[in-house]
């Protein structure tokens, strides 16, 4: 099954969730358990789960490239895109990298076979262990515009016997779209605060969009939240699970260790909350 773990904002606690219920599906399950970064502009997982045996790989993306020679301005190209990443200035295309979704399609249309397409790096991903658990990390390179090639490359490395734990981007831009695109189940991680809930409303959106299944766990939790507790209740999510505000967990996640290994009470939450995604799923 592949579990994704979304925000609303930064910083609401999504990657401590991830990393946590990783390990509560390592420890609780009989098949492979595997943690994948996707939050690929700042991934941060590694720096909890420190993997070793790491390999590298290089990700490419396809732009697509214009013999001058051949092309005869017939403009089919720049019609054909969608994303407005072409235009035809002073008898010449001009290719605007930033928007183009290395889709293929100016390639495919073009009359004269004037474009062809180059590979690209835009990025990486470091894979290694953490005991048992599978670790998988997208690093997108500095000054790349999009994502989405190494979400992609990310997510390949999941597989449907397994247990997969996506931590994906915050927020509900394309890449958030695109690390949820084949999950099973969302969860949707909300601190109670009035700019945390109003994110977390637009991203709940997103999955309802998409028709994705989720369950709200609320970080950072002091006390109940009317406001956060009646839209659960009117849109018919389920609340799975309340976490603690503590001093102590945040001690932890500062010196970048993993409360499941050191917390009992976390451990406990987590292999519970394990358990409960299972059988929403």
């Given at each position: 099954m592949k579990i994704a773990v979304l925000s609303g904002k930064g910083g609401a606690g999504k990657t401590y969730v991830s990393v946590n219920l990783a390990m509560a599906a390592m420890n609780?399950?009989?098949e492979i358990a595997r943690y994948l970064d996707c939050d690929v502009e700042e991934p941060n997982g590694h720096l909890f789960l420190k993997p070793s045996n790491i390999k590298k790989e290089i990700v490419y993306r396809k732009l697509p490239v214009f013999d001058e020679n051949k092309c005869d301005g017939c403009r089919k190209c720049v019609e054909f895109c969608k994303f407005n990443a072409l235009a035809y200035v002073n008898g010449k295309v001009k290719l605007f990298d930033e928007i183009c979704h290395s889709c293929g399609g100016c390639e495919i249309v073009c009359p004269q076979n004037a474009i062809k397409e180059v590979e690209n790096e835009t990025g990486c991903l470091e894979y290694g262990q953490h005991?048992?658990?599978e670790v998988v990390s997208g690093f997108l390179n500095l000054g790349e515009a999009s994502g989405v090639s190494v979400i992609s490359k990310t997510l390949s490395h999941a597989d449907n016997q397994d247990v997969n734990i996506i931590d994906c981007p915050p927020g509900s831009a394309c890449t958030?779209?695109?690390?949820?695109?084949?999950?099973?189940?969302a969860l949707l991680v909300v601190e109670p605060t009035s700019f945390g809930i109003h994110n977390f409303k637009m991203v709940h959106e997103l999955v309802n969009v998409l028709k994705i299944p989720c369950g709200v766990i609320i970080n950072k939790s002091t006390e109940k939240v009317d406001e956060l507790e009646k839209y659960c209740a009117d849109?018919?999510?389920?609340i799975l699970a309340y976490l603690p505000f503590s001093k102590k967990i945040a001690e932890t996640n500062a010196e970048s260790n993993i409360a499941y290994e050191i917390n009992?009470?976390?451990?406990i939450i987590f292999d519970d909350l394990f358990q409960v995604v299972k059988r929403e799923v």
């Open positions: 609780n399950s009989h005991g048992e658990l958030v779209m695109e690390s949820v695109s084949d999950c099973d189940y849109s018919g999510v389920k009992d009470e976390t451990k």
